[in-house]
Structures are given as C-alpha cells and as structure tokens.
C-alpha cells in the first residue's frame, strides 16, 4: 500500500499542493474545503485508485469540522446511490 508520501507526491504533480498545506483549508471547514477535499479524492483516485485514497482519507478526513465530515458523507452517500440505481436502471 502507498503512504502519505506517495499522496503528497501525487498531489505536488496534479495541484501543486501537499497534504500540509491543505490543512489550513480543511481545518477552516465549508464549502471551499468539502469541494477541495473532493477534487483530491477524485484527482488521487484516477491517479492511483484506493493505493493513494486510504492514506489520504486517513491523514486528513478528521481535519475537518463535524458539519464538513457530515456533508461530504452525505455527498458520498448520493453518489453512490446513484450510481447504483445506474447499474440497476435498463435502458430504454
């Protein structure tokens, strides 16, 4: 499994940020942060799916406010049920 180095690697070459400098942000809470909490996801998951996500939720998910944490779950929620209903839907 990848480390937080292998993040913050990732995350210098997609956005020019390290995980350190994002802290600032998060720790702040609201919109801007759920919405730069999931560009990195996205951004991290394309790059190297779960190998750089774990590490990454890991390090930082508890910086951010309770009301940012419960929002960006609730985020999560809806798109996977989305998606799920997708899998489930037959074209027409």
């Not at 292998?6 to 956005?15: K, M, T, Y």
């Not at 609201?30 to 750089?52: H, I, S, T, V």
């Not at 990454?56 to 929620?77: G, T, Y």
Request: glycine fraction near 6%; hydrophobic fraction near 45%; aromatic fraction near 8%.
């Amino acid at each position: 499994m990848l480390d937080i180095d292998d993040v913050d690697e990732e995350l210098q070459r997609g956005f020019g940020l390290s995980v350190n400098a994002l802290g600032p942000l998060l720790t702040a809470g609201g919109d801007a942060a759920e919405m730069k909490f999931m560009e990195c996801c996205r951004y991290l998951w394309q790059a190297e799916g779960a190998e750089l996500i774990e590490p990454f939720i890991e390090a930082v998910f508890n910086k951010l406010p309770d009301k940012s944490r419960c929002v960006l779950f609730q985020r999560m929620l809806t798109i996977v049920y989305l998606a799920q209903d997708a899998e489930t839907t037959p074209p027409e």
